[in-house]
């Protein structure tokens, strides 16, 4: 069965922590995403990568960075973590044609 | 510009069809998805439709576009408890950039 996976269900980090959210993928899929999702705003679009070590910026990218250094897995690093980072955060992946197969998400507490 | 709008609630009666709306903007959209998320969950691709076609259906699903008014439309027939969920519709023009809609929460009480 394919997935993507997500290696925390639940996070809970301090103010000002670096953080870290993994996911992986076992599709050989070229194109990954990150997406926070919060109520009434949908899910917005973070960071994306075409290719191993390209990346682009999405609709809210200011506090985030990302690294692909592998094919399968995508990173999301929030540098210095604020409460109002505090989401769901989700990943997906996709070819160039079938649309987006996600990661059951992370939710993500800044306290 | 570039924005999918959805109405946010949807309460519908087990046994009755549920019909989930969904507009967007951009007319040169190739693709139009929908999605579902249950509880706790990712998102779930349920189907999803060319720009060059009118209707698709799938076992109770039934998906309409209406490319003039740029309108989407979901029906679930014989809708159960199981489909309690957010439903999300998406849009693209490239099958590698989705633009999501805010989501509609579809609530069915017996």
């Known amino acids: 069965d394919v997935k993507v996976t997500q290696s925390s269900r639940y996070l809970v980090k301090r103010t000002g922590e670096k953080v870290f959210l993994e996911c992986v993928q076992d599709?050989?899929?070229?194109?990954m995403f990150w997406y926070r999702q919060d109520p009434g705003l949908g899910l917005r679009l973070i960071y994306f990568?075409?290719?191993?070590?390209?990346?682009e910026k999405g609709d809210i990218p200011e506090g985030y960075s990302v690294s692909r250094e592998k094919k399968e897995r995508f990173s999301l690093i929030l540098e210095s973590a604020s409460t109002n980072q505090t989401s769901m955060y989700l990943c997906?992946?996709?070819?160039?044609?079938?649309?987006?197969?996600f990661g059951s998400g992370t939710r993500l507490t800044v306290v | 510009g570039e924005d999918v709008e959805q109405s946010l609630f949807l309460s519908v009666r087990e046994g009755d069809s549920s019909v989930i709306n969904c507009t967007y903007t951009?007319?040169?959209?190739?693709?139009l998805y929908w999605y579902k998320q249950e509880p706790g969950a990712g998102l779930q691709l349920l189907t999803y439709?060319?720009?060059?076609?009118d209707m698709k259906q799938d076992q109770r699903l039934t998906v309409l576009l209406n490319k003039k008014d740029k309108h989407l439309s979901l029906r679930i027939a014989d809708t159960q408890t199981g489909d309690s969920a957010i439903y999300f519709c998406?849009?693209?023009?490239?099958?590698?950039?989705?633009?999501f809609g805010t989501g509609t929460r579809l609530q069915v009480f017996p």
């Open positions: 951009d007319s040169s959209s190739t693709y």
């Open positions: 439709i060319f720009s060059n076609m």
């Open positions: 990568s075409y290719d191993v070590k390209m990346k």
């Open positions: 599709m050989d899929h070229e194109n």
């Open positions: 998406a849009e693209s023009k490239k099958p590698d950039k989705l633009i």
């Open positions: 997906a992946s996709s070819t160039n044609r079938d649309g987006y197969t």
